[in-house]
């Protein structure tokens, strides 16, 4: 495959390295790189490009995205790993994967990610920070709201700021709930931390609103299909790789094809699509 920039009118279209695959069926653009991939990854799920492809059926040009060309390979790695090597990754590539699923609709993408990132050890109050801002299952923060209210000392301020003033309150809250517990169970010099873990855990899903499932169903129960976490672990979410199979056949086609080219010359469809 050559890499020999195309020469257009403002800038070089160089195709990518690695995801410029010979037997892909779809183009898109981000920037001045070009990917050529195969469109069955970006339709086997309800997301943005579903919509797209249908308006478009039939265009042979690529499609602009308006994201760098480098987050766009993180995103292609998910679907192209050969060998599922998606242990000790670090955190700013699950987080860019995650920014673009979330965006893209890629429901069974974000179920992966959240996968590695509970594998992550990562520090309470960023763990928060990031599964508030995806509106990751909150349930599985438990942990972290417990750590820092049994903690013996305040966060710093850096480190609080990370969190919107509501978080803050409520940790307040279950501290001094907590606190309140210890010293009526006769805790002679009363802490946070010296409620125990059942209690803390309650106050936890009282006030921050969430169900308590250890007062719900059995301990160590799992439902079928899922993992103790709280995510769908189920083989049907892992992401194939094109080791698999091509699967489905062709889709019937609609007479709908925008291939017109932009004011600077580069290979476009005439849209630039805001994802």
Known sequence: MSDTPTTTGFSAIIKHPQYFISTGDTQFLAQNVLFKVHRYFFEREPSSFREIFSDSDGNTKPYT???KPEDFAHFLWVFYDED?????????????????ATR??????????VRQLEKLDLQPIDKIKIYSDFKIDAQLLIP????LAKSPTLPSLSEA???DIETILRLTMVRERALQKAAEDGCRSPTSASAG????????????GLPNTSMTK???TVAEGSSADGVDDTTESLVPTLQNPTPGGKKKKHANANG???????????????F
């Not at 599922?84 to 673009?100: A, C, M």
């Open 65 to 67: 995205l308006d994201v």
């Open 84 to 100: 599922f090597e998606y242990e000790n990754q670090p955190l700013e590539r699950w987080l860019v994967i995650l920014r673009l």
């Open 104 to 113: 893209w609709g890629f429901g069974k993408v974000r179920k992966l990610v």
């Open 144 to 147: 972290s709201y417990s750590t």
């Open 161 to 163: 700021a990370k969190l």
């Open 197 to 208: 873990d059942e209690d803390v855990k309650r106050f936890i899903c009282e006030i921050f």
């Open 218 to 220: 059995p301990p160590n």
């Open 260 to 274: 017109n080219s932009n004011a600077n010359g580069q290979y476009t469809n005439g849209k630039t699509f805001p």
